[in-house]
């Protein structure tokens, strides 16, 4: 299962929304997510437990210190399928391709 992190500036709202939207985009691809939420202070603690794929605002994106192993996905407009899922699904296909069915 992969792990996927949700990030923005306040972990409000617009990380859960993102979420919500990534996990459905997920869902209807049968790739087998866990997907969490944070604000970008948090962000750090919770990729050290072993986030797969981080997701943020691209001017968030480089304030996220993600190890190699991390994919950081820096998008224009989070809430934008069209950028976000061709992105998401590029990097399942490279690095879990055991999570496609």
């Not at 923005?8 to 939420?37: H, P, Q, R, Y």
């Not at 986030?51 to 190890?67: E, F, G, T």
């Given at each position: ?11 409000m709202?617009?990380s ?8 459905k985009?997920?869902?209807a ?6 997907m969490?939420?944070?604000a ?43 950028e ?10 490279a690095?879990f ?5």
């Amino acid at each position: 299962m992969i792990k996927v992190l949700a990030v923005c500036g306040n972990g409000m709202g617009t990380s859960l929304v993102i979420k919500m939207k990534v996990k459905k985009f997920l869902d209807a691809n049968n790739i087998k997510a866990e997907m969490m939420s944070c604000a970008l202070a948090e962000a750090k603690g919770y990729i050290s437990q072993g986030i797969d794929i981080v997701l943020c605002s691209h001017n968030l994106a480089k304030n996220v210190d993600a190890p190699e192993r991390t994919t950081l996905l820096g998008l224009k407009n989070l809430m934008d399928e069209k950028e976000f899922g061709p992105l998401i699904l590029e990097t399942v296909k490279a690095r879990f391709p055991d999570e496609l069915s």
